[in-house]
């Protein structure tokens, strides 16, 4: 079972979203059929060993393969997953029918620690999203694997952070040398850990050599290299990728200069005839297949610049499906595709699940979602992750930390306070932890909030305030407890009263809402000061420090989702 049903073997049809192209007659199709048998799996630029070893020879960088290397971007259904939420009877026992399970029987035991919940309750979320090469169903004819047994040749890794405003789709590359720990094969025998200057990424997914892959496997590779806990992992293959395409009317794609057959395969003798045109386009079905897998032609022809085109296609298609919204005629077929095309893990196999995981992200806006490249170097022809710049990564996200770093744990509380009368009002003291009292015009209302594990923190800052003359309305425990930089919020009109307020917290920092009045959300930088105040909650672990900023390798090459389509396409010169 390869868990897509979405275009049966020999039909060209998918069952949701309408037809998918035939193969182009003569050119790749032919080209690939012809072949076929005169390179192995192990060539250059190749996946890993039939038997699932993991090690393969390495090839130089931006070589020709011996064979037409095929690409899929798995990650598309999460932006479609989003309009499931519409369906209901009838529907909804048939997508029920179409989701095909993961075995969780091939987990590691040795696993990272989950996420911890903040306050309110809210958690991270972390999403392993896999694009298949199987060459079971019609992916074969759509340019699936040309061998048996399946390979991940996308891999993106989605935190969701526990505010659900913000995420981050880091893309694994598949020629990442790395270790891959014990893994159960098919027959139920565990693997020996493998590691090497020949043990690449996506040879993880490969053992076993079954139709539908080893998505258990590559979770386990992901949680060892990454040291963040996999909460669930979706797999996609080319037809159930074609189909959603098809069933969102086109992805609008751009591509800086034109790509002919030869650079879709490179085992062509001749150029071939164009496919894919210069410039803006839209794309679906088989085209659209052309353009997440194209990696010659364009650039220098690596990985790398294949995964900024992906990142590319995925923002593109989010915006698609954003735009066109849950109107019934693209959902229930984007809906049928997408659920078709999956395979999930016990915690999402049912409709309701995917629902509420769906809907669980629908308030990600698309400048909030980012996609990076971890910090990489090459390796011979492969690549090496650049320490201690990938460390940091994985701890920002750990630690729930976006890019810019900000602390996305979860919301602060906020408590609507009336506006306080506009008359002027004198500077405030000067900043100390208690300062002398002194008169204002007129009262500022005040509510505080501690933001920490430290006992008696927001009495403190309260006492602080009153002393001051400002009027303090509340003094509660924050949603979060996980905040490391104390906030002034203040609503409409309010910035000069709170900048007020904030000069009695050294560091704080100036947040505007829609909220009315001013609130104090207390960090641990105010705990610290003068040598920490208050005490530690009684078995309540300190807030962890901040994670070291992140280096530019990783801030300066992430895109956002709504970036322009035609910028950051490629990687290198040539082609």
């Given at each position: 079972?390869?868990?897509?049903?979405?275009?049966g073997?020999g039909?060209g049809?998918?069952?949701?979203?309408?037809?998918i192209p035939?193969?182009?007659?003569?050119?790749?199709?032919?080209?690939?059929?012809?072949?076929?048998?005169k390179g192995?799996?192990?060539?250059p630029?190749?996946?890993g060993g039939?038997?699932?070893?993991?090690?393969r020879?390495?090839?130089?960088?931006?070589?020709?393969?011996?064979?037409?290397?095929?690409?899929?971007?798995?990650?598309?259904?999460?932006?479609?997953?989003?309009?499931i939420?519409?369906?209901g009877?009838?529907?909804?026992?048939?997508l029920?029918?179409?989701?095909?399970?993961?075995d969780?029987?091939?987990l590691?035991k040795?696993r990272?620690?989950?996420?911890?919940?903040d306050?309110?309750?809210n958690?991270p979320?972390n999403?392993l999203?896999?694009?298949?090469?199987s060459?079971?169903?019609?992916?074969?004819?759509?340019?699936?694997?040309?061998?048996d047994?399946?390979?991940?040749?996308?891999?993106?890794?989605?935190?969701?952070?526990?505010?659900h405003?913000?995420?981050?789709?880091?893309?694994?590359?598949r020629?990442?040398?790395?270790t891959?720990?014990?893994?159960?094969?098919p027959?139920?025998?565990?693997?020996k850990?493998q590691k090497?200057?020949?043990?690449?990424?996506?040879?993880?997914f490969s053992q076993?050599?079954s139709?539908?892959?080893?998505?258990?496997?590559?979770?386990?590779?992901?949680?060892?290299?990454?040291?963040?806990?996999?909460?669930h992992?979706l797999v996609?293959?080319?037809s159930g990728?074609?189909a959603?395409?098809k069933?969102?009317?086109?992805v609008?794609?751009c591509?800086?200069?034109?790509?002919?057959?030869n650079d879709?395969n490179?085992?062509?003798?001749k150029?071939?005839?164009?496919?894919l045109?210069?410039g803006?386009q839209?794309?679906?079905?088989q085209?659209?297949l052309?353009?997440?897998?194209?990696?010659?032609?364009?650039?220098?022809?690596?990985?790398?610049?294949?995964?900024?085109r992906?990142?590319?296609?995925?923002?593109?298609?989010?915006s698609?499906v954003?735009k066109?919204?849950?109107?019934?005629?693209?959902?229930?077929?984007?809906?049928?595709?997408?659920?078709?095309?999956?395979?999930?893990?016990?915690?999402?196999?049912?409709?309701?699940?995917?629902?509420?995981?769906a809907?669980?992200l629908?308030?990600?806006?698309?400048?909030?979602?980012?996609?990076v490249?971890?910090?990489?170097?090459y390796?011979?022809?492969?690549?090496?992750l650049v320490k201690?710049?990938v460390?940091?990564?994985?701890?920002?996200?750990?630690?729930d930390?976006?890019?810019?770093?900000?602390d996305?744990?979860?919301e602060?509380?906020?408590t609507?306070?009336a506006?306080?009368?506009?008359a002027?009002t004198?500077?405030a003291?000067?900043a100390?932890?208690?300062?002398?009292?002194?008169?204002?015009?007129?009262p500022?209302?005040?509510?505080?909030y501690?933001?920490?594990?430290v006992?008696?923190l927001?009495?403190k800052?309260?006492?602080?305030l009153?002393?001051?003359?400002f009027?303090v309305t509340a003094v509660s425990?924050?949603?979060?407890?996980?905040?490391?930089t104390?906030?002034?919020?203040?609503?409409a009109?309010?910035?000069?009263?709170?900048e007020?307020?904030?000069?009695?917290?050294?560091?704080?920092?100036?947040?505007?809402?829609t909220?009315?009045g001013?609130?104090?959300?207390?960090?641990?930088?105010y705990?610290?000061?003068?040598g920490?105040a208050?005490?530690?909650?009684?078995?309540?672990?300190?807030?962890?420090?901040?994670p070291a900023?992140l280096?530019?390798?990783?801030?300066?090459?992430?895109?956002?989702?709504?970036?322009?389509?035609?910028?950051?396409?490629?990687?290198?010169?040539g082609?």
């Amino acid at each position: 079972m390869n868990g897509s049903a979405a275009g049966g073997s020999g039909t060209g049809k998918a069952a949701a979203g309408g037809s998918i192209p035939a193969p182009r007659a003569g050119g790749r199709a032919e080209a690939r059929r012809a072949a076929q048998g005169k390179g192995g799996r192990g060539g250059p630029g190749g996946d890993g060993g039939a038997n699932g070893s993991g090690h393969r020879r390495a090839g130089g960088r931006g070589k020709k393969p011996e064979r037409n290397v095929k690409k899929i971007v798995g990650w598309t259904a999460v932006g479609a997953l989003v309009l499931i939420a519409g369906t209901g009877g009838a529907i909804y026992l048939k997508l029920s029918g179409n989701i095909k399970t993961i075995d969780s029987d091939g987990l590691s035991k040795d696993r990272p620690p989950a996420s911890a919940a903040d306050a309110n309750g809210n958690k991270p979320v972390n999403i392993l999203l896999i694009g298949s090469d199987s060459r079971g169903g019609g992916n074969s004819d759509l340019g699936g694997g040309d061998a048996d047994g399946a390979r991940s040749d996308t891999t993106i890794l989605l935190h969701v952070y526990a505010d659900h405003k913000n995420a981050i789709g880091v893309s694994i590359p598949r020629n990442t040398l790395v270790t891959i720990p014990p893994c159960k094969l098919p027959n139920g025998k565990w693997t020996k850990e493998q590691k090497g200057k020949d043990v690449l990424f996506n040879a993880a997914f490969s053992q076993g050599d079954s139709p539908e892959g080893n998505a258990a496997c590559t979770q386990n590779t992901v949680e060892k290299l990454t040291g963040i806990r996999v909460d669930h992992t979706l797999v996609v293959d080319f037809s159930g990728f074609a189909a959603m395409t098809k069933a969102v009317g086109g992805v609008e794609v751009c591509l800086p200069k034109a790509i002919y057959e030869n650079d879709i395969n490179p085992n062509l003798q001749k150029k071939g005839s164009q496919v894919l045109p210069a410039g803006r386009q839209k794309v679906e079905g088989q085209k659209a297949l052309d353009y997440v897998r194209l990696r010659h032609g364009i650039g220098d022809g690596s990985d790398i610049g294949r995964m900024k085109r992906q990142q590319a296609f995925m923002s593109s298609m989010i915006s698609t499906v954003k735009k066109k919204g849950l109107e019934p005629t693209t959902l229930l077929p984007l809906a049928d595709a997408a659920t078709k095309s999956l395979r999930v893990d016990e915690g999402l196999n049912s409709v309701d699940k995917l629902m509420s995981f769906a809907l669980s992200l629908k308030n990600i806006d698309l400048h909030d979602l980012k996609f990076v490249t971890p910090p990489w170097r090459y390796s011979e022809a492969n690549l090496d992750l650049v320490k201690p710049d990938v460390d940091r990564l994985w701890e920002a996200i750990k630690a729930d930390r976006t890019l810019d770093g900000k602390d996305a744990t979860g919301e602060q509380a906020a408590t609507p306070e009336a506006p306080a009368a506009p008359a002027a009002t004198p500077e405030a003291p000067p900043a100390t932890t208690a300062p002398p009292a002194r008169a204002v015009a007129a009262p500022i209302r005040v509510a505080v909030y501690n933001g920490t594990t430290v006992n008696g923190l927001g009495a403190k800052a309260g006492e602080a305030l009153k002393a001051a003359q400002f009027t303090v309305t509340a003094v509660s425990q924050a949603k979060s407890t996980n905040k490391l930089t104390t906030t002034v919020e203040y609503g409409a009109g309010q910035k000069a009263n709170a900048e007020k307020v904030a000069a009695l917290f050294p560091g704080a920092t100036l947040t505007s809402t829609t909220a009315a009045g001013i609130s104090v959300v207390l960090g641990k930088d105010y705990a610290d000061a003068d040598g920490g105040a208050g005490t530690a909650a009684p078995g309540t672990p300190a807030a962890p420090a901040a994670p070291a900023p992140l280096p530019s390798s990783v801030t300066e090459e992430a895109r956002s989702a709504d970036d322009d389509i035609c910028a950051n396409t490629s990687y290198g010169s040539g082609g």
